[in-house]
Each structure stands twice: as C-alpha cells, then as structure tokens.
C-alpha cells in the first residue's frame, strides 16, 4: 500500500534478467511482444531501451473498441511535452535500472513518463516498427487516469523535470 511506484521498484529490485518489460492487469501483449523485443536486443546488443507501437482500445459499454495507433519515431522534445511511450510497450536493460535507478517515490500519476524520460536522456530509445501491446482506457474503475488527477500531478512532474537534470531527481533504490 505505499503505491504504485514502490511496488515497481520492489519488483526492479528482485529482478535478475538482462532486460525489463512492464505489464500492466488492464493491459496486454500480443503473443509475439517478448519474442520481438528479444530478438532485437540480440540483433542490437549495444541497445539499451527500446519500445514498440501500440494499438489503443477504448471501453464502451461491455466491449472494448480500437479508436487509434501509437507509433512514432524518439523525438527528444516530443517526450518533454507528452508522454507518447506507454510503459507497457517500453522495455530497458537492466544496466540502465541500476545506473539512472528506478520510479520516483513522489509521483502516483505520471510514473511512466518520468522513468522513460530520464531513461531517454542517456539512451535513446530505439523504436521496434511492430504493433505489439495494447492499450484500454477506462477498462477498470481504479485505473490511474481514473482516480489520480490530472493537473496536480503533471504540476509535480514538470517541477521535478525542471528542477534539473532528471538524474538529480531521483530516489536511487
């Protein structure tokens, strides 16, 4: 219960493979998402993060409808205005998790953008042209973009953006 960004940082803490993938429950991958990425890091082994498209659903009713697609290039000044990277279609080595640490504690909302973020400053993330994960909104009644508003914590986000280099930022594990 101390949220979102702590369980996260408990899971990178106990992990021990050579790349990290995020899975959100409201989520999902199709069945080729780990193969796909595998199979690029191997082809790039000096890659460090890389991040796929992704299909987007909206929840209508009892069905979930797809209204668009993410997928475009890294776009450093594109990433500081909007997060277009979703978590669950981003994946890093874990060399970058212990060098630049993992999700900072004083965000609930907007966790993802911050982590990519800081990530992207060190190493741009490669995209891998594939439509892999999927996205829902309002698939379940506590999602985040739900429940955590949106203006106070993009107000925290850009202070802690701002405050300096996002590595002075951090809360290193």
């Known amino acids: ?23 959100d429950s409201d989520n999902t991958w199709d ?5 796909i990425f595998a199979d690029f890091f191997m082809q ?5 993060t890389a991040f796929s498209g992704q ?3 909206s929840q209508l009713d009892d069905e979930s409808v797809f209204t668009s697609i993410r ?6 000044r594109m990433i500081e205005n909007k997060n277009y ?11 970058v998790f212990e060098k630049l640490g993992g999700f900072d504690l004083r965000l609930k909302r907007f966790v993802d953008w ?6 992207s400053l060190h190493h741009a993330p490669h995209l891998i042209p594939a439509l892999v994960s999927n996205y829902y909104f309002n698939k379940t009644e506590d999602q985040i973009t739900g429940i955590e508003g949106y203006s106070q914590n993009l107000k925290t986000l850009r202070n802690i953006i701002s405050g300096g280099p996002l590595s002075d930022n951090i809360n290193k594990l």
């Open 85 to 95: 990277i979703d978590l669950n279609c981003f994946v890093h080595s874990r060399n």
């Open 1 to 23: 219960n101390q949220g979102v960004c702590a369980a996260r940082n408990t899971g990178l803490q106990k992990t021990t493979g050579t790349h990290i993938a995020y899975l």
């Open 114 to 119: 911050e982590l990519i973020s800081r990530y």
């Open 71 to 76: 997928l475009n290039e890294f776009y450093p």
């Open 44 to 48: 790039t082994p000096n890659a460090e």
């Open 31 to 35: 069945v080729d998402f780990l193969k």
């Open 55 to 57: 299909k987007i659903y």
